[in-house]
């Protein structure tokens, strides 16, 4: 009797994968927590483990498969090896080292949800409504048992396509953008004949397209700027980085900016907040989403509630996130989410830019580098250390002035430190 | 100090099913308890009363043996010995809890828990006090009854069902104030055994928040028993002395009245167990004392979570132990546990049971709230009289009603009168949870001989094609 191995969820919201290896093969024998293959979600690639024992009988979705549904089975598992000529297609000597491959050769690319051919799982009333409506169910993604469809799903389709205004009726619980409904296709590039090299879009590539698409399509962006004076907070820096020195813990000015800006972010709470159409959420902690770029993109790790934490924790922290980040071992509850976000392009000397909010946030900060300028310091020219930050705002959930309060709080937090370990 | 994943505080239905879930999921829990494990539910309400109805309803069957061609002499009841089975019951779930705390390796620490943050708290007992924290902590404290302000109960004349569970003495003349599910059960066991009971209702049925025709074949049963009913009728006050109460009752048309029992028994509702916890200085949001929470019963303080009757009704146990189930497993899985997968509750499929005599069962929307949300209904009804395992037992009184939108076929509620309708109405909570239509129930083969045949005939006659009627 054989087990069937199904494409696992690694997070609340995937709704498909890319499978994009299998460490086993047809015959492997597997005990739980074996690794069996890696999945790659939207922004990171994962391990998936065996939870039961076995032989690898049969593989019935290639590597590479893209657009492979959570629930779907992906290979089956005998409890001996005698299954693997049972299981294996009739043709197949027992000794052949792979079968021929699965009849879900490749699933069809995203956002068509269910592969060709396979049975799509609905309850009764949710095919009724769907059937009612005109909604193709093999369009919707289903949030029951299994990944069955239910009545919800079909609504919740139902209601996107019919509304006129391209706005989400709700702030969405996380970060990742459902599939089934950003369709994110772009126009062809025409080819003059110039030579060049086309690469298949990541799982991340994508959704790094869409998601600041539709930031700047439907988020209108409103930018503050102001200079920031660095000596007293590189001086605290100095001091804490002496004391701490003991614990291994060495505070960069980036773990003291995401306390800053979380501080502020506290101060002015009009500014932590999300648009979500007819609701305005402001949330009641400060989750720092920090911009680390990793190979083939970039993922923003998050500093839960940091306006609480200290700046040690923030620093070790930190550390422990951007360096699993480039290794593409985040998890998903690690970088979705985040209620504000920061990016810092200070240490390759970018004096000033403006960041694309990460919605659903509504506001971005944007830091350049940190460098000696003629500056006036009490009415008298003097060479201080001055850094330029910029605050992108979604002007439909916060004002001018709300955000210039933000700024000018984090501004004096940075210019009269001690605020930050008080 | 100690310090873990999850700490449950309260042991009730909630609260222990969510510390068992936890530990499954391996979390290192533990769970506060000030009084008995398994908190109301098992120890001083659902199970107890349960065991109290079963001795009246053999009383009813023995005084009834003629009926069945018996013959039965000298029939009485022993009030004391049949509280006494109660308590016996009560104890052995509650020593059942125990046992399970023990072998799903949960902490219990026993005495009065107060958060001290949103991830800590103290737990005060005779023997002292204790600290600790946890990662995640659910509030799971549940309710009690709400007393009536101008004659808290005393449990001497005026009593709660707390009370009412273990009587000293046999009320000879019995006053219910509420006919909701506590009430009207109470009302039944102390008929049966033999008291005079008066049922006074605000509202304008018994059993408001069930299906208007449910309520009214109620009335009617309870009334053919020798019953008195008065519905919108208020009790404007009550005097207790040593030979009993005083009642002044406010009938429909305005007219008041004094009468005398010898007992009273206040069910107009619960209040919260939300005080001296602690939550307000944590900020926790909440109306009318009840902690407001998200589907997955998250608080608005990260960390905190509550269930059960603490949190908005229904004022279910198996609401607050699929609450219980719920937040352990989407706690389990902010704490990084790909195995747990939890959902949201949807209130419309929690099923409701009332073990009056006849009984009770329902889930989903009654027919006027169908048609008040929007539904254009189609409404079936299959009386018991058509059944021949009801007629056999002889419990032919009783009806199977079913509301579905005309539209989309969904089962939009069940609501059932009669014998074992409370062991019945989960076939069509599971078929509304799969979110079956008409079709499916129609196309279901139900064993004969049974009274869940019922369920098929009202399904049938909501498409006008009964057999048996």
Known sequence: ?422 | MSNYDLIVLGSGPGGYVAAIRAAQLGLKTAIVERENLGGICLNWGCIPTKALLRSAEILHYMQHAKAYGLAADNIRADLDAVVKRSRGVAKQLNQGVTHLMKKNKITVHMGAGKLTGPTSLTVTSDKGSENLTAKHIIVATGARARDLPFAPADGKRIWTYRHAMVPAEMPSKLLVIGSGAIGVEFASFYKDMGAEVTIVEMLDRVVPVEDADVSAFLEKALKKQGMNILTGAGVQSLTSSASGVRAEIKDREGKVQASDFSHAIVAIGIVPNSENLGLEGLGVAMTKGHINTDPYCRTNVPGLWAIGDITAPPWLAHKASHEGVIAAEAIAAELGNKDAHPHPMDAKNIPGCTYCHPQIASVGLTEEKAKAAGHKVRVGNFPFIGNGKAIALGEAEGFVKTVFDADSGELLGAHMVGAEVTEMIQGYTIGKTAELVEGDFIHSVFPHPTISESMHEAVLATYGRAIHI
């Not at chain 1, 076995?54 to 090896?81: F, M, R, T, W």
Request: a negative charge; aromatic letters at 2%; one cysteine or more.
């Open chain 1, 1 to 422: 009797m054989a087990i069937e191995l199904k494409m696992p969820a690694l997070s609340p919201t995937m709704e498909e994968g890319t499978l994009a290896k299998w460490l086993v093969k047809v015959g492997d024998s597997v005990n739980s927590g074996d690794l069996l293959a890696e999945i790659e979600t939207d922004k990171a690639t994962m391990e998936f483990e065996a939870v039961d024992e076995g032989v690898i009988s049969k593989i019935l979705v290639p590597e590479g498969s893209e657009g492979v549904k959570v629930g779907a089975v992906i290979a089956l598992i005998g409890s001996d090896a005698s299954d693997v000529a049972s299981d294996a297609a009739p043709v197949a000597t027992p000794a052949a080292a792979t079968p021929p491959p699965a009849p879900v050769a490749s699933a069809p690319p995203a956002p068509a949800a269910a592969p060709t051919g396979e049975r799509i799982k609905a309850s009764p009333l949710a095919k009724r409504i769907a059937a009612a409506r005109g909604v193709d169910l093999a369009s919707l993604s289903g949030s029951g048992p299994n990944g069955r469809i239910v009545k919800a799903d079909v609504e919740a389709a139902g209601s996107a396509s019919a509304a006129t205004v391209p706005v989400a009726a709700a702030v969405p619980a996380a970060t990742a953008a459902s599939p089934a409904t950003a369709p994110a296709t772009s126009p062809a590039i025409p080819d003059f004949g110039i030579p060049h090299v086309d690469e298949k879009l990541s799982g991340m590539r994508k959704t790094i397209a869409k998601r600041l698409t539709q930031s700047m399509a439907e988020a209108p962006h409103i930018y503050l700027s102001v200079d920031v004076q660095l000596d007293a907070l590189l001086k605290l820096r100095g001091e804490l980085n002496a004391g701490l020195a003991d614990r291994g813990v060495k505070l960069s000015v980036n773990d003291m900016l995401i306390k800053a800006l979380a501080l502020a972010l506290e101060a002015v709470p009009q500014c932590n907040v999300s648009f979500g159409g007819d609701v305005l959420r402001q949330y009641q902690r400060s989750d720092i989403s920090v911009a680390v770029s990793i190979p083939g993109g970039l993922i923003t790790p998050i500093i839960t509630d940091a306006a609480s934490k200290s700046l040690s924790k923030i620093s070790t922290e930190m550390a422990e996130l951007a360096e699993r980040a480039k290794a593409g071992k985040l998890q998903p509850h690690e970088y979705q989410g985040g209620t504000a976000s920061i990016s810092n392009m200070g240490m390759m000397g970018i004096k000033h830019f403006t960041a694309v909010i990460n919605p659903p946030q509504a506001m971005i900060l944007a830091v350049g580098a940190g460098e000696k300028r003629p500056y006036i310091v009490d009415d008298a020219l003097a060479i201080a250390t001055v850094m330029t930050v910029t605050g992108s705002f979604d002007h439909r959930a916060i004002d001018g002035a709300d955000g210039a309060q933000l700024i000018k709080i984090f501004k004096q937090l940075v210019e009269k430190p001690m605020g930050l370990v008080a």
